[in-house]
């Protein structure tokens, strides 16, 4: 194989050429250019260096080698002897001048040959890294003269592992003939992917049915995903899983066991790679690069630096050495810029749908029935999947009565809108007055970077307290990572979203994390990194077993929880409200108008130079008439007047016997509510207490495996937040949180609201049903309530959005190249729009302005209990997230109509009108706008629309309202994208 065969190999992979014929995601929008980057690696290239080496070196050598060959020709034509051709001047000449140029295949060779070992050096499995070689000086680390410098491999890059990965997967054969992937009984990710009792999840081929043929075109292959035993190794499976479906393979389907050997397996079918992708590719983690661009063009000088030019060599190189190595290294850096370049707008274009705000698909509401109007009460009746749902729930059966009573003696039974139509449910919401003041909770189901993007319009500087509990990365835990680059994913992971949970904090706020040994030092390098040393509160230590495990020479009891504030100056710590114990040393034996007591020192600490002479003087005892000084080099508290006071108000206290040493009497009511936090937890339940209690909400089932206890959340809760704020969990995972901001709220009063965000099915299995019977009931045993009277009246709004996957998988692009063949005729003008500007000009449109005429039909692909289907999106509720505005009222007045009253974050009142352009004109959104009397509305700051409208024309020059086209607005804010 030649240097330039291996590069084109590397290069393919690179550009993913190599996984042509998979059909999701990046694979698509690839494949949709396969013909254009396959000339321009196979033949484009190998033309370019040719041609940069023959002007780098200043002489054509082809014509020199004509030259020759002519003089030669002519003196053999002459008759002159081969030893007279040598000795010619002119073809010693010639010779001389080809060897001063140096054969340019030589050079081609090693341009191409590094060229490979640049690229293989920062490229793995799908991401460029910075790819250790153990080599000294082989890296150069960006430094900026910082006093420490917290680095590590994929600090720039995103980490995009997602629940999604699980879900797309297919691949294309001849004849336009698809196979599909799809998970079936899949156990889904639960609360950050933790493994479950020793045992891991794993991919099988679902025995049941491996496979069904949907049609003659397309094939759908059956895998589930769940807990196995250790030993069973994921090749293994995939083996027995191969097996499986090719025993069931009918020959309109043998394509799939052609032939696709590897160096190590020469009998490997495409099947078998494809099964053997699909587990790899949920096996670990993926990433995107925040600047491709600058990372490889910064690492490709250091290249050449180090690795071509050898500059300490340099004095002993010839000068014709060195105009050869220079020749090299322009044409090295000529190739390479280009293809870095066309990299550069590849991951790019990724970075940019990965930052892009994601669609609300569905947005629903859970409402006790305490805040629904009784008429609606007969169509909840007459509804079997509420109902089904109370009775898994609540066990509503066990409730004797007519439907219609039960409803109304149960107000904290939670109606779900999901399980009513559209229509139900915007007449419902209709009338509710500020139905976003009147939530509760907010739970998201996404992955969270995307949700905390989207959250940022609504809740930048508004969240009080964030608690989290994000994958430990025992490496046993669920969380995937790159080989070799364990700590490192785990630390990209946690700090793009720490810093995006930061800009969602209020000023006076704070963030407080539960983590164990494997990541506690790298977690406090993020947090000192992200908030400044100076902002760091302590450092808890929470007991979370009673004593050690068995199997370990020294067990481990404690895990931690790192307290930090955004502004140390500015958070207010509560303090954490004292105990009977504690209580109990406050009496009032002497009946003390001011009430209980206790004694405490009245002698002040000297130590460090602080003694004071002047408050060193005798304290009378009124009983006894005896004097009393401080003791050996110390002083009284206070001086002489301010003793003579309490003196007077009889606040210092003698002893029992009113014959002892002065002290100070200390009034209950005169100290602070509450004392100081201490740093060691050892007072709160264990964690065997948490799993207890889900077992007592869900009955005997293994749900979860390491919960954390309500109190210990309650307790982080306490110490930073206040009665009302909000609380922001983006690794909710059980919903312990939400539990805990409940409870909290029915013991003191407070008014605290919640976000939680969980990802996959996990939501729905877990974190919203565990909400749900938490607000029905605070008891339960074997899954039932225990005690109906004691619930909480509650709203939740849920939300899900649109998955990264989702948006590549909707991604349809122009194709310009054939669109404008004419302009693009021109080598360098085709050349220079592929690589620097094909996928952002031809996917511009993605969002058009079209779309915004039927906002109440829009429709993406969404992938949904593992299938991509056509769901119609929420451009209503986007908007909502994108604006950040809080809706007050939402009316349903006329179909084709959505009207909205809502406060900005200015805090303006804002009108939004939506409407169906099929069914409205503008002359219909005019007279509409007239006869609701928006016109002569002052309080209306800004009116929202979609389309182009004449409302202008009604405004008066005294009006103050300003006319908004949403279309403008939503694009903006939504491709408003910034790196994190």
Known sequence: ????????????????????????????????????????????????????????VGIDTSAIKEQLDKVISGLKAADFT?????????????????????????????????????????????????????????????????????????????????????????????????????????????????AQNGKERKFKVFEDQPLEVISDKVLKIYFTYKTESKGEKQDDLNQQGFEAIKSQLTKDWFDVLQAKPTEKKKDRTLLEKHINDFTARNSFDYFIHKDLGGF???????????????????????????????????AIKAIARKLITFLAQIEDFQKKMWLKKKFVVESNYCLTLDHIPESFYPEIVE??????????????????????????????????????????????????????????????????????????????????????????????????????????????????????????????????????????????????????????????????????????????????????AKDILEIDLQNKTRSEEQLKRYKNPDNHPKGRWASDNLMANVKGGRYVESLNFPIENPNTGESHYPGKNGNWRFNKEKIERLLENNEIYFGADGKGRPKLKRFLCDVKEGVPFSSLWDYLPYNNSASK????????????????PVELIEEVINLINGKKSIILDYFAGSATTGHAVINLNKSDGGDRRYILVEMGEYFNLVTKPRILKVIHSPDWKDGKPTNREGGSSHIIKTLRLESYEDTLNNLILQDHLT???????????????????????????????????????????????????????????TFNYLMGFSIKTQKHTEEGYRVLTAQNRAGENVLIIWRDFEKHSNEDLHNFFIANGWHENPSFKHVYTNGRTTLLTIRKETDNWQLHQIELEFRQRMFDVQDV
Request: with cysteine; aromatic share 12%; proline share 3%.
């Open 1 to 56: 194989m030649t240097s330039y065969d291996k590069l084109i190999n590397i290069l393919r992979e690179v550009f993913q050429i190599d996984q042509a014929d998979l059909d999701f995601g990046i694979y698509k929008i690839m494949n949709q250019r396969r013909e254009q980057i396959n000339q321009f690696l196979e033949n484009d290239l190998l033309t370019q260096v040719e041609s940069i080496l023959a002007d780098a």
């Open 82 to 194: 081969k030893t007279e051709i040598e000795l010619n001047q002119k073809v010693i000449g010639l010779k001389k001048e080809l060897a001063q140029a140096g054969d340019n295949t030589i050079l081609q060779n090693d341009v191409f040959s590094h060229l490979t070992n640049f690229f293989k050096r920062y490229y793995h499995k799908g991401d460029f890294i910075s790819m250790r070689r153990y080599k000294k000086d082989v890296y150069a680390i960006p430094y900026e003269g910082e006093e420490v410098k917290l680095h590590w491999a994929n600090h720039d890059q995103y980490y995009i592992k997602t629940a999604e990965y699980l879900k797309n997967y297919s691949f294309m054969l001849p004849q336009g003939k698809k196979v599909v992937f799809e998970l079936k009984e899949a156990s889904t990710e639960k609360d950050n992917n933790k």
């Open 296 to 330: 490889l063009n910064r690492e490709l000088d250091f290249y050449i630096k180090n690795e071509v030019l050898h500059i300490d060599d340099i004095d002993h190189e010839k000068p014709d050495q060195f105009v050869k190595q220079l020749s090299k290294v322009k």
């Open 383 to 564: 509804n079997t999947r509420q109902w089904d749902e109370w009775e898994e729930l609540f066990a509503i059966s066990e409730i004797k009565g007519e439907k219609i009573e039960i409803l109304k003696a149960q107000p904290y039974l939670v109606l779900d809108t999901k399980l009513f139509s559209e229509d139900f449910k915007l007449r419902l919401l209709a009338e509710i007055e500020d139905i976003d003041g009147k939530v509760n909770g907010l739970l998201v189901n996404s992955e969270n970077f995307q949700a905390l993007q989207l959250l940022q319009g609504k809740y930048n500087n508004e969240v009080k307290c964030i608690y989290l509990d994000p994958p430990y990365n025992t490496g046993k835990d669920g969380f995937n990572y790159k080989d070799n680059f364990q700590h490192s994913s785990w630390i990209t992971m946690a700090f793009e979203r720490i810093s995006l949970g930061k800009s969602l904090m209020s000023k006076n706020a704070g963030i407080a994390i539960s983590i164990d040994d494997n990541e506690l030092n790298r977690l406090s390098f993020l947090l000192n990194n992200a908030f400044g040393e100076h902002n760091k509160i302590a450092n808890v230590i929470w007991k979370k077993r009673s004593g050690p495990p068995n199997d370990k020479k020294i067990g481990t009891v404690q895990e931690y929880i790192p307290v930090f």
């Open 693 to 708: 209690s889900l077992e007592s909400m869900f009955g005997d089932i293994n749900i979860f495996d390491t919960p954390k």
């Open 819 to 877: 669109e404008y063949a004419d302009l693009f005729s021109d080598a360098k003008n085709k050349e220079s729009y592929m690589l620097n500007y094909m996928l952002e000009m031809e996917s511009r449109d993605m969002l058009s302005i079209e779309d915004f005429e039927k906002p109440f039909d829009y429709q993406l692909t969404i992938t949904e209990n593992n299938e991509p289907k056509p769901t119609k999106v929420d451009m209503v509720e």
